[in-house]
Structures are given as C-alpha cells and as structure tokens.
C-alpha cells in the first residue's frame, strides 16, 4: 500500500499560478507511476496528468495541455503538479494517485485531496 498526501493547494485568481505536492510514502516501490485528478462540484472525477517515476512517460488531460506540468523527484517520492494560467474552471479539489508494477495507470492508492480555487 502507498500512502499519498497532497498539499499546496489554495485560493488564486486567474491566471495566476500555484504548484501542488504529493509526498508518497509506504511501499512506493510497487507503484509504476503517479497520477493527478481532479472534482469539482457536481461533476465527475477528472484526469489531469500522469507520469512514471522514472519520468520518461508523461500524459495531460486536454483541458490543462500546456498550463500544467507534472513532475517526480524519485530522491524525495514526491510528484508535483504546477498549474499556471489558471482558469476559474480549473477550481476543484484535486487528487494524487498512485498506480501499480503489476497494472500501470490503474490507480489504486489515493490522498485525501486538496482544494484549489480559482477566482475570475
């Protein structure tokens, strides 16, 4: 099991800028790669980017293509998500993940989440 706990998160306004981090901790060694999603009200569960630890993959939903860029220091197992531009709709609470070696991109492992809110 790999327990995640996410931070950073807080009250901008657009266009500005925030960068949210996931400290991993457990049995990280069985986690192929790290994921971030995000919920807003009412809405479903949404991808935002991925990346595996050894960074060679990286994936971004299309509404943060460009604006947001996620990264892994494997020294401290921490991802990061760094969010510029910012958009009214980017505000939700957001959630990192971790997969598994035994089924990448499959999240099973996830943190307890962390608000972000966007003003217009």
């Known amino acids: 099991q790999v327990q995640l706990v996410e931070s950073g998160g807080g009250s901008v306004q657009a266009g500005g800028s925030l960068r949210l981090s996931c400290a991993a901790s457990?049995?990280?060694?069985?986690?192929?790669?790290m994921g971030w999603f995000r919920q807003a009200p009412g809405m479903e569960r949404e991808f935002v980017a991925a990346l595996n630890w050894s960074g060679g993959k990286s994936y971004y939903g299309d509404s943060v293509k460009v604006r947001f860029t996620i990264s892994i220091d494997n020294a401290k197992n921490t991802v990061y998500l760094q969010m510029t531009s910012l958009k009214h709709e980017d505000t939700a609470v957001y959630y990192c993940a971790a997969d598994s070696k035994e089924s990448p991109w499959n999240f099973g492992s996830w943190g307890q989440g962390t608000q972000v809110t966007v003003s217009s």
């Open positions: 457990g049995r990280t060694f069985i986690s192929y790669g």
